[in-house]
C-alpha cells in the first residue's frame, strides 16, 4: 500500500505458533494481537520486522520464559503476556523496551520469584503481575520504576514483604495486594511510597498495625484492611493518616480499640466496620469518634450492639448515612440522633425494648422518611411482642418496670500501696429476673481471668446485683482504669472507670507492717 497501514492487526484464535510475518507491511504496523495462539516464545529475530510497533498483546499463548534478547530495540508502549506459563525473567530481558514501555501485564503466569533488577523500566506506568505464585518480595526489588502509578499483585499467596519491598516506586499511587497471606502492615514495606494514593490489602491474614506504619504513606486516601485477622487497634494505627477519606476495617475480629484511635482520622469520610466486635465502644459512650468531623459514611453492621447510648455518636456532626443493620439493638436514645442530619439509616431489629423511652421512634422514622429502610419490631414488654413501632400508639409505650440493668454503686478511686489488697465493686438492680452477668475491664481490656465474686438477692421485687473484683497483692502493673459491665437480656450497664494508683513499698518484718518514710502520708490515707 501507499499510504502506512496504522490500523491494529489482529489474529486472535488461531494455532500460531510463531510470530506471523507480514513482509514490507510489518514494518507499518503499530498494534498486533495475538491473543489465544500457541506461540511459545518471543525472539528478537521474529520482532525485529515490526520497527512502529507500540502495543503486543500475547495472553493466553504458550510462553514460558522471557530472555535476554527476546526484544530487538523497539518502542513498544503496552506488552501484555498475561495467562502465558511465565515463570522466569530473565534480568535484562526488558532492556530494549525500556525507554518505551508504558503497561506490562504479567497476570495468570508462575512468577515465583522476581530477581532484582529485572524491572529497570524508567516510563511503566502500569504493572499487574496478579495470580503468580510470588510468596516474598525482596527489597528493592522495584528500584528503577521512577515512573509506576499503579501496582497489582493480587492472588499471589504472599506472605512475606521484605524491608523497602516497594522503595523506588517514588510516582505509585495505586498498589493492590488483595488475596495475599501478609501478617502485618508495618513502615519497612511501606518504607518510601510517599506518593501512595490507594493501599488495597483486603482478604489476607493481617493481625497488626505496627507503630509508625504510616510514616512514608501520608498521601494515603483509601486503605482496604477488611477480611483479615485484625482483633486490636492500638492508639498509633492511624497515626499520621491525616488525609484517609475511606478506610474499610470489615470482616476483622476487632475487639479493642485504643484510646482516641480516630482521632488522626480528620479528613475520613467513610468509614465500614461491619462484622466486629465493637458494641462495647458504642454502648459505653467512649468518644470513639471524636475529631471525626467529616464523617460522611459509617456502618456499624453486625457488630453485636444492643443499644445506642445517649454519646454513642458525639463528634459526628456531618454524619449522612449511618448502618446498624444485623444488630439486635433494643434500645436507642433519642439524643445519641438528634444532632445528627441523617439523610440514610438503615436499621433492622426485632428485640426493641418497646418502653416510654422508645415512643418517639415511629414518629421520628416517618419525619426522616426512613420507613423503607429501617424495620423495628419489638420483643418487650410481652403484650408488645413482635410489633412493628409503627403500629403501636404513643400511649402503648409505657414504663412499668425496668430490665435494663441500672447502676447504683459505682468502683471508687483508690490509692494503694504495693503488696496490699484492694477490692473494687458495683452494684445494679433490675426489674427482670433474667440472669445478669458481669464483666471487669481494665483500660479498656477485658480481665478475663481475674478474681470476681458475684451476689444476687432479690429485694422489693428487683434483683440487685452485685459484683467484687478482688486485686492481690496490688503491683504497679496493677495501676490503671477499672469500670465494670453488666449485663443481661435487655442490654448492659457500663460502670464509671474507678483509677486505682499503687505507690511505693510494703515491707513485712516480724508481722508487722513497715512502711517507707516517704509514703509515710500514703500509709496514712490506706490502711
Ligand atoms: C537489544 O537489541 C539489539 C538489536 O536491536 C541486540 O543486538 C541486543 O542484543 C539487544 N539487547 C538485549 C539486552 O536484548
Ligand atoms: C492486554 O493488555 C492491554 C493493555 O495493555 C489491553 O488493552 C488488552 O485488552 C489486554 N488483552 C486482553 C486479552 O485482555
Ligand atoms: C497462608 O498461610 C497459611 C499458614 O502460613 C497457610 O495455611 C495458607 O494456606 C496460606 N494461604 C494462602 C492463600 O496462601
Ligand atoms: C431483617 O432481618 C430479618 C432476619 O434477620 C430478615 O429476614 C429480613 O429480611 C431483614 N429485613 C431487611 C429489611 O433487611
Ligand atoms: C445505667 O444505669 C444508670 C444508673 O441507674 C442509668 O441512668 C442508665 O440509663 C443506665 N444505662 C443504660 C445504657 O441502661
Ligand atoms: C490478700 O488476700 C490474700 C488471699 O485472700 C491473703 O492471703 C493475704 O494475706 C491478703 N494480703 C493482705 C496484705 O491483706
Ligand atoms: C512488683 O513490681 C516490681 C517492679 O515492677 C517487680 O520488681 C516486683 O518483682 C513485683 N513484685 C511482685 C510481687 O510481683
New binding site residues.
Given amino acids: 500500500p501507499d499510504k502506512p497501514v496504522s490500523r491494529p492487526e489482529t489474529l486472535n484464535h488461531n494455532e500460531l505458533t510463531v510470530l506471523p510475518y507480514f513482509g514490507d507491511v510489518s514494518s507499518n504496523i503499530t498494534s498486533l494481537s495475538l491473543v489465544h495462539n500457541r506461540i511459545s516464545e518471543l525472539s528478537m529475530l521474529q520482532l525485529q520486522p515490526y520497527v512502529a510497533l507500540e502495543s503486543l498483546d500475547l495472553t493466553s499463548n504458550l510462553i514460558t520464559e522471557l530472555k535476554v534478547g527476546s526484544f530487538p530495540s523497539m518502542q513498544l508502549k503496552h506488552l501484555n503476556l498475561s495467562n502465558n506459563k511465565i515463570s522466569v525473567l530473565e534480568p535484562g530481558c526488558f532492556e530494549n523496551i525500556s525507554s518505551s514501555l508504558l503497561v506490562l501485564r504479567l497476570n495468570r503466569n508462575r512468577l515465583a520469584l522476581l530477581p532484582s533488577k529485572v524491572f529497570k523500566l524508567p516510563q511503566l506506568q502500569f504493572l499487574e503481575m496478579k495470580r503468580n505464585r510470588i510468596k516474598v518480595v525482596e527489597s528493592l526489588t522495584f528500584k528503577g520504576m521512577d515512573s509506576l502509578k499503579s501496582l497489582k499483585m493480587q492472588r499471589n499467596g504472599i506472605t512475606k514483604l521484605m524491608d523497602g519491598a516497594f522503595f523506588g516506586l517514588n510516582s505509585i499511587e495505586e498498589l493492590e495486594l488483595e488475596h495475599n497471606n501478609l501478617t502485618e502492615v508495618n513502615k519497612g514495606w511501606l518504607y518510601g511510597l510517599r506518593m501512595l494514593r490507594v493501599l488495597r490489602v483486603s482478604h489476607n491474614a493481617v493481625g497488626i498495625i505496627r507503630p509508625d506504619s504510616w510514616e512514608f504513606c501520608q498521601k494515603l486516601e483509601e486503605l482496604d484492611l477488611s477480611h483479615n485477622h485484625l482483633t486490636r487497634l492500638e492508639e498509633t494505627a492511624f497515626i499520621g493518616l491525616s488525609l484517609l477519606e475511606s478506610l474499610n476495617l470489615g470482616e476483622n475480629s476487632i475487639s479493642h480499640l485504643g484510646e482516641g484511635l480516630f482521632s488522626s482520622l480528620a479528613s475520613l469520610r467513610t468509614l465500614d466496620f461491619r462484622n466486629n466486635e465493637i458494641s462495647w465502644a458504642i454502648e459505653d459512650s467512649i468518644g470513639l469518634f471524636d475529631g471525626m468531623k467529616k464523617l460522611n459514611t459509617l456502618i456499624l453492621q453486625q457488630n453485636k450492639i444492643k443499644s445506642i447510648t445517649k454519646k454513642a455518636f458525639d463528634g459526628l456532626e456531618e454524619l449522612e448515612h449511618l448502618d446498624l443493620s444485623k444488630n439486635d439493638i433494643m434500645s436507642i436514645d433519642p439524643e445519641a440522633m438528634s444532632h445528627m442530619k441523617l439523610k440514610a439509616f438503615v436499621l433492622n431489629t426485632s428485640s426493641l425494648l418497646c418502653d416510654c423511652h422508645m415512643s418517639w421512634l415511629g414518629s421520628w422514622m416517618k419525619e426522616n422518611r426512613f420507613l423503607q429502610s429501617v424495620s423495628a419490631v419489638c420483643a418487650h414488654p410481652p403484650p408488645l411482642l413482635g410489633h412493628n413501632v409503627l403500629s403501636i400508639s404513643p400511649e402503648q409505650f409505657v414504663c412499668n418496670d425496668f430490665p435494663k440493668p441500672r447502676l447504683t454503686t459505682h468502683p471508687e478511686t483508690a490509692v494503694a500501696l ?2 496490699i489488697n484492694v477490692t473494687l465493686s458495683c452494684v445494679a438492680s433490675s426489674s427482670s429476673d433474667t440472669p445478669m452477668t458481669t464483666a471487669w475491664r481494665k483500660d479498656g481490656e477485658v480481665l478475663y481471668d481475674a478474681e470476681v465474686q458475684n451476689y444476687a438477692r432479690y429485694q422489693d421485687g428487683e434483683l440487685i446485683y452485685t459484683t467484687v473484683l478482688h486485686l492481690l ?1 496490688v ?3 496493677d495501676e490503671g482504669r477499672y469500670q465494670c459491665v453488666i449485663s443481661n437480656h435487655f442490654g448492659s450497664n457500663y460502670s464509671n472507670r474507678a483509677r486505682l494508683t499503687v505507690n511505693g513499698d510494703l515491707m513485712f518484718f516480724r508481722g508487722k507492717a513497715f512502711v517507707d518514710k516517704k509514703y509515710e502520708q500514703i500509709n496514712v490515707l490506706t490502711l
Fill in positions: 504495693r503488696g497483692n503491683n504497679f502493673t
